[in-house]
């Protein structure tokens, strides 16, 4: 697990912000995940949402320089075996099954996996599991509750993923157990549709620059 969560580690690393995005047409994908990159925000989930949704990893994965495309709202073996052949390089549920955890831990591909509650983080932790998604973050009680599980869950980082916004992400960035945060407000979908990839590129290069602030 050690190899496992270094490699996601360095993923999740790389930006202060993770855009999560629903793609309904697969061929805005590439478009869409170069703006990303030429923002700075290199690894980019898209999420198992709609019938593009493979197809539009497999585009990002072939034909995208630099970027780290992973698959979102994995609820199954399924879903995960199809992401990885699809070229996802890390793997995100919002929650967790005995099914994700043991088709995860036959794979190379590391499983960010969904946890809300002190016995899900607890229980994960005792799978190996030292990084997790924290969703529906504002719904579940946002930065507040997360900075109160650092002292009793020390060793533990989380991607806080949930109705965070461009103003709120430096809240839960600023606590010492969030290595980053998830967000879809990089890419608005009347963007997407315009077809505006400057204006996204602007917005993931701004994203970019975010840091904790309490």
């Given at each position: 697990m050690g190899k496992k969560t270094e490699k996601l580690l360095s993923i999740l690393k790389l930006q202060?912000?993770?855009?999560?995005?629903?793609?309904?047409?697969?061929?805005?994908?590439?478009?869409?995940?170069?703006?990303?990159?030429?923002?700075?925000l290199k690894a980019i989930e898209i999420t198992l949402r709609t019938e593009a949704a493979l197809d539009a990893i497999k585009a990002v994965a072939d034909?995208?320089?630099?970027?780290?495309?992973?698959?979102g709202t994995i609820l199954n073996a399924r879903h995960f075996d199809a992401a990885v052949r699809a070229g996802s390089r890390f793997i995100v549920s919002p929650g967790t099954t005995q099914e994700l955890l043991d088709v995860a831990r036959?794979?190379?591909?590391?499983?960010?996996?969904?946890?809300?509650?002190?016995?899900?983080?607890?229980?994960?932790?005792?799978?190996?599991?030292?990084?997790?998604?924290?969703?529906?973050?504002?719904q579940a009680g946002g930065a507040a509750y997360l900075k109160s599980l650092v002292s009793p869950f020390g060793g533990i980082s989380f991607c806080p993923t949930g109705g965070i916004t461009a103003q709120s992400?430096?809240?839960y960035l600023s606590l010492p157990n969030v290595v980053c945060?998830?967000?879809?407000?990089?890419?608005?979908?009347?963007?997407?549709?315009?077809?505006?990839?400057?204006?996204?590129?602007?917005?993931a290069a701004d994203a970019t620059k975010l840091s904790g602030s309490a």
């Open positions: 202060p912000v993770v855009p999560v995005l629903v793609v309904d047409q697969a061929s805005t994908a590439v478009p869409l995940a170069r703006a990303l990159v030429e923002g700075g034909e995208v320089e630099g970027a780290e495309v992973g698959a036959r794979s190379d591909v590391p499983l960010l996996p969904g946890a809300a509650t002190p016995s899900e983080i607890m229980a994960l932790r005792e799978e190996g599991y030292a990084v997790m998604k924290f969703f529906p973050a504002e992400a430096g809240t945060v998830g967000g879809s407000w990089v890419a608005p979908k009347n963007l997407v549709e315009a077809g505006d990839w400057t204006a996204i590129t602007a917005l």
